[in-house]
T-cell receptor
Framework: EDKVVQSPLSLVVHEGDTVTLNCSYE??????LLWYKQEKKAPTFLFML????IEKKSGRLSSILDKKELFSILNITATQTGDSAVYLC???????????FGTGTRLTVIP | ETGVTQTPRHLVMGMTNKKSLKCEQH?????MYWYKQSAKKPLELMFV???????ENNSVPSRFSPECPNSSHLFLHLHTLQPEDSALYLC???????????FGNGTRLTVT
């Protein structure tokens, strides 16, 4: 059975801290891994990763994929209160139209 | 504004009612999706349409009926729902089936 597991389930940090969110997966026919940020309603796209070891970066956020160990991490440096959200990891399979989502990590950044 | 607009934002309905959720995408995408998000559960795919043709129906009960009249609009018709159907229903679109999804803000549905 295909599954995506995120950890931790929730995390509370202070502004300025650096956080690492984890996503591990067990799926057949892996195609890509995606990260989304969900603040109130609509999840917004952050990164799509298809190759191992190549870091994707956008401002203070970065992500990397390890296809051998079947996991990805999302790093956020110098966190701000606006980073508070649920971060969702999803895996896409070849030959399928579905994204398999994890339950998410709820990040709370306190001033 | 996400480029994907859903209405209504909130909906309360009884188990005998019939209602419809609407989704419109302004991104020129070819694929549209319905997802269900329940508390403490992963997002679950319900339906996928590609170029207005349904390509996936993820074992969804028949009390949920999708309609895609054109590539910009997607509906989810609801009838005789159960309280456990209460959830956030998210619409999404993508350029093609393998591209990242762009989500709407969702409809928060409560079935009483």
């Amino acid at each position: 059975e295909d599954k995506v597991v995120q950890s931790p389930l929730s995390l509370v940090v202070h502004e300025g801290d650096t956080v690492t969110l984890n996503c591990s997966y067990e799926v057949t026919n892996f195609r890509s891994l995606l990260w989304y940020k969900q603040e109130k309603k609509a999840p917004t796209f952050l990164f799509m990763l298809t190759s191992s070891g190549i870091e994707k970066k956008s401002g203070r956020l970065s992500s990397i994929l390890d296809k051998k160990e079947l996991f990805s991490i999302l790093n956020i440096t110098a966190t701000q209160t606006g980073d508070s959200a649920v971060y969702l990891c999803a895996v896409a399979l070849t030959g399928a139209n579905n994204l398999f989502f994890g339950t998410g990590t709820r990040l709370t950044v306190i001033p | 504004e996400t480029g994907v607009t859903q209405t209504p934002r909130h909906l309360v309905m009884g188990m005998t009612n019939k209602k419809s959720l609407k989704c419109e995408q302004h991104l020129g995408h070819n694929a549209m999706y319905w997802y269900k998000q329940s508390a403490k559960k992963p997002l679950e795919l319900m339906f996928v349409y590609s170029l207005e043709e349904r390509v996936e129906n993820n074992s969804v009960p028949s009390r949920f009926s999708p309609e895609c009249p054109n590539s910009s609009h997607l509906f989810l018709h609801l009838h005789t729902l159960q309280p456990e159907d209460s959830a956030l229903y998210l619409c999404a679109s993508s350029q093609e089936e393998n591209s990242p999804l762009h989500f709407g803000n969702g409809t928060r549905l409560t079935v009483t």
